[in-house]
């Protein structure tokens, strides 16, 4: 078996591979004397241990029938899985040490965290955004209630302000599957937890501190700039502080994991929550509050540099004060996906989600130490951030909305460095302000309005500027060759390659958005230059058959162990089919979806629609557990629309356009107010005899699946059959055979299941496990697998030319329901 040390690190905690490294990692990383005592009790041991299961095979989300675009309003998920909501906003859970914590609002990341394996974890959760209306009945200025209805509220007080503020920020909640496959919250619990996005009154402070080059007091200028011309690549700027602590956390959209335990979360749209922007869809006015932290400062208006960085967390230690690190940049972040090679540093990879906006790439000083807790958490806080630059160019552009394409789909690429000084506002430093003609400058906009000089005025972008595309042709060099259409998540496979989600881009015509692919040069995370391939287009595929129409709007990316891609879409609510301004090329997508891509086999490309959303919601946050039973959702902003319709009136749920998830608006069931919420989805019945690993042709399914009062989603009557095992066989093995090459078993299971063999022998009185092995068996049948000796078999059998051991078979099928079969035998 391999150690963390010679394996390379990537992505979430899902896919074989990558779950296995990265238990791996955390227990040996030693990440807090919390996360040790937890990962003891998960037994990690036995995960370590485990055969890892080849890419391709069977999971138990990779046979179902792909379901029909949806415009209803309900969770929907095929037949044999259910969907059961988790947590809700407003939901309380309690601390052991009496305090009641309340979920937040707009749930968006979500990353499990094993305390008992697959079976009981932490859950660590983003709430991106408030919703004022919802919350308080707060209506943006120009948005009036019908006449005759109450006035519309356009103003708020300083307690629905910190309601907004409470309601924002991150949850560490602490859940448990039981005997019933069911997932429930566990309260009280040591661990779980709230992050606000501000001092909320009455409630714990939860407030992070800065690391990396810009920690320090607020406006310091930390190195003095070295001159030079803005617009060129030899301009240096002064290098200025930001702060040594913010009160909270706001904005955060993704995230991602570390290996060495903790979790991260994005500040994305942190420039709406003080001033007044206009009539738009982020803004909070909190600066309304005299004394709190949202004002506008030397940023542009409504920015606060306390925000829009990169945070670290850390689930298991309730005592972790969480840490923003400046060395990541500042600028729109989506998510990170992180790769550690072997003799490799650190890298984090980033997107900056706005359309017209970069993909980064930091590398760090250090490289990830397992057990060195004082090293791994000092890894973020010093290195480079480089900025992609794509040829011959970055964005897809075509002719019209649905026509043509005009740009290339593969090309090369190259990592530009990110100077220190241009890490206090990346995005401006480098791409300025930008019109969508091509050469066109424009200074800073806001407390600066005089410079207009676009040579010297702040923020004009180092990248913003004219170059000769070839004949004398000038174009705008950021526009060109680092702008892309919104680049959201970004993800690593195993094999290291780099997947972007490019949601859209209505400037260049882009309204279904792609899924790009990116391969460091000679496959090694710290090059500086690469090639690129677009991997999957949104829009209209033209197959017939109803799931395979097509996705758009791609957003939050995972990969599982059978090698699969699963998609979840972000088409704006008011795009929507059903919605009064809906855009007609989506109307053959409808809801927001869950998609899986197969990336082998026959039906390899195709996107198959696995869930649909409410209406006017967004899944976000995919996440499998260890054994890939579970995947969470997070249901965001169902109903969001509501707010902007001058027909809403807050309190009368008769307006609102969703009542998800206590309600069915399409089927006039049970009128209530539109909640976001966790869902966990889990398999319930496995798949007929004989069906294949990829998923069986599409049908036509009937229109919405009927959701239990209050349970939305699929349940299907349980399967309480245990399965079948027949057969076992240890095929004749020598004791030197065995200890150089394992032994051959054979068995036959009834259905498809995860199959645990176990070689155990009793030596004195003492019961040995000389051998194991555990894998997915996604046909039914006759199967044998080669099972290789344990450390301690190796030393039993170097003393013994023969053993008595017992052949034990462990089937438990995707319902879970169990059977165990043992079969006397010897080796030698």
Known sequence: MQTVDDQTLVGKLTGDQTRRSFIKAVAAAGASTVAAQALEIAGVTDLMTDSALAAGDATPFSEFTALAASSLDRFEVPPGFRADVLIRYGDTFANTDGTTWTYGYNNDYLAYFPLDGENEGLIFVNHEYPAPFFQNGYKQTGVENPAGAPAAKHTKTDAEIHQEMESVGNSIVHIKRGADGIWKVVSPSRYNRRIFGGDVPGKPDTPLTFTGPLAGAPGTVLQAGSGGTVGTAGVRGPRIA????????????????????????????????????????????????????????TGAVGESQRYGWVC???????????RKHTALGRFRHENTAFRQAPGKKFVLY?????????????????????????????????????????????????????????????????????????LYDTRLSLGGYTTSTAGTRRPKQGTNTGDTD???????????????????????????????????????????????????????????????????????????????????????????????????????????????????????????RGSTNAAPHYDYHANNAVFMIPRSGPNAGIAFRFANMPIEAE?????????????????????????????????????????????????????????????????????????PSTPPPSQTIPAGIPATP???????????????????????????????????????????????????????RRTLTVGSRTLKVGRVGSSTVTVRPSSTGKAVLRLRSRLNVTLEVRATDLAGNARTTKKSTRIG
């Open 242 to 297: 930001v702060g040594t602590t913010a009160p909270g956390t706001i904005g955060n959209c993704s995230g991602g994991i570390t290996p060495w335990g903790t979790a991260l979360s994005c500040e994305e749209n942190y420039d709406g929550y003080g001033f007044a922007l206009g009539n738009q869809d982020f803004f909070y006015g909190w600066g309304q509050v005299a004394g709190n932290e949202y004002k506008a400062d």
């Open 312 to 322: 670290e967390h850390d689930p298991h230690d309730p005592a972790f004060v969480g």
């Open 350 to 422: 980033m997107g900056d989600d706005q359309a017209n906006q970069a993909t980064y790439k930091f590398v760090s000083t250090r490289a990830f130490v397992p057990g060195d807790r004082a090293n791994n958490l000092q890894i973020l806080t010093e290195g480079t951030l480089y900025v992609a630059r794509w040829a011959p160019e970055g964005r897809r552009r075509f002719s019209a909305i649905n026509g043509p394409l005009l740009t290339a789909t593969s090309g090369t690429g190259q990592w530009v460095k990110v100077e220190d000084w241009e």
């Open 454 to 576: 676009p040579t010297s005025a702040n923020y004009a972008g180092r990248f913003n500027r004219d170059i000769d595309t070839g004949g004398g042709v000038l174009a705008n060099e950021w526009l060109t060759h680092f702008a892309m259409n919104r680049p959201e998540d970004v993800e690593v496979d195993s094999d290291g390659t780099v997947y972007i989600a490019l949601t859209n881009n209505s400037g260049v015509n882009d309204v279904h958005g792609s899924v790009r692919r990116l391969t460091e040069a000679g496959n090694d995370p710290e090059a500086l230059t690469f090639t690129w391939q677009d991997y999957a287009s949104g829009g209209v595929t033209g197959r017939p058959a109803e799931g395979e129409k097509g996705f758009s709007s791609c957003d939050n990316l995972v990969f599982d162990s059978a090698n699969n891609l699963w998609i979840v879409t972000d088409i704006s609510s008011a795009s929507l």
């Open 619 to 691: 899944g976000t946050g995919p996440y499998f557990t260890p054994d890939e039973q579970t995947l969470f959702i997070n249901v965001q902003h169902p109903g969001e629309v509501t707010a902007t319709r001058t027909s809403a009136v807050f309190g009368d749920v008769q307006t609102y356009s969703s009542w998800w998830p206590g309600g069915d608006r399409t089927a006039n069931f049970t009128p209530s107010t539109p909640i976001p919420a966790t869902v966990a989805i889990t398999r319930v019945r496995p798949p007929a005899p004989g069906s």
């Open 710 to 764: 209050g349970v939305p989603g699929s349940p299907t009557p349980a399967d309480t059959s245990r399965p079948v095992l027949t057969r076992l066989a240890l095929k004749k093995v020598s004791a030197a055979g065995f200890r150089r090459a394992g032994a051959r078993v054979t068995f036959a299971v009834s259905e498809p299941a995860t199959v645990r063999i176990r070689l155990l022998a009793k030596v004195g």
